[in-house]
C-alpha cells in the first residue's frame, strides 16, 4: 500500500463513505419510528378503558383491534416495548400484566393484556415504522453513493498524481549522459507546468554535462603543450633528469585517461550481441603476452547486449587492475538466472572496507605511494564503471575473505 494513488482513493472513498455512514445513521434515527413511550402511551389508555368494558365492549372506529383468548399472542417478546406499556399501565392505576410480542410472520407488534378472568385480551399495536421498501431504497441509494465515490475518487487522483507520474517517468529514462528525456509539454496546466519545469532542468543538464566533457579535454589537451617543453628542457639537464621524465610520463598518462574518459561519454559505439565468454578469452591472451598473471577457471557460453570496443576497454581495464595490483587474477564467468555473472579475483592485499565506495572515482588511490611503481592515472575503474552502467550492467566490488578483491560484473543474458 505504498503507492501515493492507492492511498488517496483509500482516503477519499472512506471519507466520503464515512460522512454518508453518518448521515445514513441519522436518517435511521429519523425514519425508525416513533419511542416506545410515543406508541405505548394511546395504547395504554385505550387498554384501560378496554379492560373495564370487555366483554361488553362494543367497538368504536379508531378503536386498535381487539380479541380474547385463553392464551396470549404467539410470537417473541419485546422487552423493550413490554416494559414501557407495563410502566404506563401502572402508573394509570390498573393492575394488570401485559405483554408486546413480534410475529416473524408479519410486520408490527401486539400487545397481549391478562384480564382479572385469567383470559388474555389481545389488541393490535399500530405499526408507525416505516415501510420495508424504505429500507431497500436506502441500502440501494448508499451502494450507489459507494460506487459514484470510488469512481470520482480514481479519477480526480490520477489527475492529481499525473505529474508525479511523469516526472517518475522522465527520471526512469535518463540516459547515460545524465540527461532527461524530452517531456512533450501537453495536458492540464500543472502537467503542462511539470513538463516545462523537466524539460527546463534538462536543457540546463545538458548544457552542464557538455561544458564539462569541453573543460575536461580541453585542459587535457592543452596540457600537451607544456609537457612537451617540459620534456625538451629535461633532456637537457645532468641532475634528476630521469625524475622529471617520470614526472612527465605520468602527467601525459593523466590527460590521455581524461581525454579517453569524455570519449567513453560522447562516442558510443553501436550496441550488438556480443560473445562474452569469446571477448574473455582474447583479453586473457593479450594480457598474457604482455606477462600478467591471468587466469581461466571456467567460462559459460553466454552474450550480452553491448557495444564491442567499449565492452572490451571496460572489462580489459578490470583485468589489467586486478593483475597489476593484485598479483594475478582468475577470471570466471556463469550464467544465473538469465543473467551473466563474471567475477574477477585477484590475490593482492584488497581495499579497506572504508575505501570500496571511494574506489570508482577518479584519480582514486588505495596507496599514494603506489604511484611512484605502478603506471596509471587512477581513471581505469571509472572508465570501467561509465561502459558497464551505460549497457545496463553493474559492477561491484568486495574483498575476499581469505585476501585479494573480487570484481563482480552482472549483466542481462542475451538468448
Known sequence: MTSLRRRLIILLVVSIVGVVG??????????????????????????????????????????????????????????????????????NGLDVSAVVSRNAGRPGMVASVQLPDHRWMIVDV????????????????????????????????????????????????????GVLATVPEKGSAEVRATAHALNALSARLKTAMESRMRLVAAAGHDLRTPMTRMRLRAEFLDEDREKWLSDLDELDRIADSAIR???????????????L??????????????????????????????????????????IVNAATHGKGCIVALTEQGGQAVLTIADRGPGIPPDLLNKAFEPFFRVDPARTQFIPGAGLGLAIAREIIERYGGTIRLENRPGGGLVQTVVFGAVA
Do not use: C
Open 22 to 91: 453518518l448521515a445514513t445513521f441519522v436518517a435511521v434515527k429519523v425514519l425508525g419510528g416513533p419511542s416506545p413511550e410515543l406508541i405505548m402511551g394511546p395504547l395504554a389508555r385505550q387498554i384501560q378503558y378496554m379492560v373495564q368494558l370487555v366483554p361488553g365492549h362494543a367497538r368504536q372506529a379508531g378503536d386498535a383491534p381487539v380479541t380474547v383468548s385463553d392464551n396470549p399472542a404467539p410470537g417473541f417478546e419485546d422487552r423493550k416495548h413490554t416494559l414501557v406499556l407495563n410502566e404506563i399501565l401502572h402508573q
Open 261 to 275: 574518459l569524455v570519449r567513453e561519454e560522447v562516442n558510443q559505439d553501436a550496441v550488438e550481441a556480443v560473445e
Open 277 to 318: 565468454d569469446r571477448l574473455i578469452r582474447d583479453i586473457k591472451t593479450e594480457m598474457t603476452a604482455l606477462g600478467h598473471a591471468v587466469s581461466i577457471d571456467h567460462l559459460d557460453h553466454v552474450s550480452v547486449k553491448a557495444g564491442a570496443l567499449g565492452l572490451r576497454r571496460a572489462l580489459r581495464n578490470l
Open 126 to 177: 399500530p405499526d408507525f415504522g416505516p415501510p420495508r421498501d424504505v429500507w431497500y431504497g436506502l441500502a440501494g441509494w448508499m451502494a450507489l453513493i459507494v460506487a459514484g465515490a470510488t469512481a470520482v475518487s480514481i479519477y480526480f487522483t490520477g489527475v492529481l498524481v499525473r505529474p508525479l507520474e511523469m516526472l517518475e517517468a522522465a527520471v526512469g529514462k535518463i540516459g547515460s549522459d
